[in-house]
Each structure stands twice: as structure tokens, then as C-alpha cells.
């Protein structure tokens, strides 16, 4: 277990809507980032939040959009889904924007019909 | 352009071998991180083991290895003694810019080892 808590595990909706992934990081650690994992496209970094400021932007979608909370918690907003957006996201935090080791929530699976 | 390649889709090795997944990179950044990651069956993503391109020596932990060889832009893992439990997908990943305070993981696509008994 990483410390690292994500919800839900699974969603399944419909092409057009929107969802919501919420991440918590590990108590204490200020950096997280989300990753989208999906056959076609493998693992990509999609978006790095630090102390509750963007700190890097992948291949993140204009559809996507993310924030961190004062909390520190943060959640990743995705609009207008299409097929393609069915995958698995996956959020890490670290203590620090540069620090080498990121630790991995178990994921959220969503399928898109 | 792809900045990291596996170029294994797939291995199989025999319990108690040594096995090496290749990996190499493409950066024009001469501060960069190397990292490799598990991930088994159940999805979680695992950190094993992270290569500065400043560190001197190789990368070590436990029975994970890092062969870097800077020259040749190859980070290969190394496991020794393999055990049943590192069936898994096995991913490369780089980071440039190491000072810069933000992390931007490139990964490769992967290579299954199959760990046979």
C-alpha cells in the first residue's frame, strides 16, 4: 500500500459525459501528478501539481482539467468523453515537485460506452 | 520521437535466472533521471529502482540493478535470482531537466516477463 488513495476504483459511463477522479496523496507530501495508462497510448503524464499550483503539463487534453485542493487532495475533471478516453488513471505524489520517487495509487479504471 | 524504447515486448525466464530488460533513451538534456517501475497483474505502479545521469556508479536495490551506460543511452534492469512474484510489466521511464523542480515521466511501452518454475 502506497499511502496513496484513490476513488472511485471504477466508473463506467457514456460517451458525452463528464466524471471526476479524486486523488489523496500520502500525508505529507505536497506534489501530485496523474498519468493516463490506455492500450493504444501506454503511460502518459498528463499533469504535476505542486502545493496547489500547475507545476508541469503533458499530453493532457483541453477536455481534461485538474486541481489540487488546499488539502492537498485533487481531482482530475473529464468532459465530453469520448471511447478513446476509456483507461487507466493513475495519480502519485511525492514529498516534493523534484524528488526522484513518486508513489503510485492504485488507479481508476474508466470505461467509456 | 520516441525518447524511451523496450524493445521486448515480452520474456520468459526460468525461476532462480538472472534477467535483463533493455531499455534505452534519447535526450538531448544532460540532466536527466532513469527510472524503472513493476507493475503487476493487480495494476498498482511500483518504483524499483531511479539512475541519475550525474551518479557515478550504478544504481542498486537489493536484487534490482540499473546498467547505465551513458556512451551507448542504455539503462537496462537487471534482476538477479528471479522469483515467481516478478511476473509483471516491467516499465522504463525518464525525467529531463532534474533540477527544474518538476517532474515529467516519459515511459516506454513496457516489457511482460514471465517468470517460469
Known amino acids: 500500500d502506497s499511502g496513496v488513495t484513490q476513488t472511485p476504483k471504477h466508473l463506467i459511463t457514456a460517451t458525452g459525459q463528464r466524471v471526476t477522479l479524486r486523488c489523496s496523496p500520502r500525508s505529507g507530501d505536497l506534489s501530485v501528478y496523474w498519468y493516463q495508462q490506455s492500450l493504444d497510448q501506454g503511460l502518459q503524464f498528463l499533469i504535476q501539481?505542486?502545493?496547489?499550483?500547475?507545476?508541469a503539463k503533458g499530453n493532457i487534453l483541453e477536455r481534461f482539467s485538474a486541481q489540487q485542493f488546499p488539502d492537498l487532495h485533487s481531482e482530475l475533471n473529464l468532459s465530453s468523453l469520448e471511447l478513446g478516453d476509456s483507461a487507466l488513471y493513475f495519480c502519485?505524489?511525492?514529498?516534493?515537485?523534484?524528488?526522484?520517487?513518486?508513489?503510485f495509487g492504485p488507479g481508476t479504471r474508466l470505461t467509456v460506452l | 520521437a520516441q525518447k524511451i524504447t523496450q524493445t521486448q515486448p515480452g520474456m520468459f525466464v526460468q525461476e532462480k535466472e538472472a534477467v535483463t530488460l533493455d531499455c534505452t533513451y534519447d535526450?538531448?538534456?544532460?540532466?536527466?533521471?532513469l527510472f524503472w517501475y513493476k507493475q503487476p497483474s493487480s495494476g498498482e505502479m511500483i518504483f524499483l529502482i531511479y539512475q541519475g545521469s550525474y551518479d557515478q556508479q550504478n544504481a542498486t536495490e537489493g536484487r534490482y540493478s540499473l546498467n547505465f551506460q551513458k556512451a551507448r543511452k542504455s539503462a537496462n534492469l537487471v534482476i538477479s535470482a528471479s522469483q515467481l512474484g516478478d511476473s509483471a510489466m516491467y516499465f522504463c521511464a525518464m525525467r529531463e531537466g532534474l533540477f527544474q523542480g518538476a517532474q515529467k515521466l516519459v515511459f516506454g511501452q513496457g516489457t511482460r516477463l514471465t517468470i517460469n518454475p
Open positions: 535526450t538531448s538534456d544532460p540532466s536527466y533521471g
Open positions: 502519485a505524489s511525492s514529498r516534493l515537485a523534484g524528488d526522484n520517487e513518486q508513489f
Open positions: 501539481y505542486y502545493n496547489g499550483e500547475e507545476r
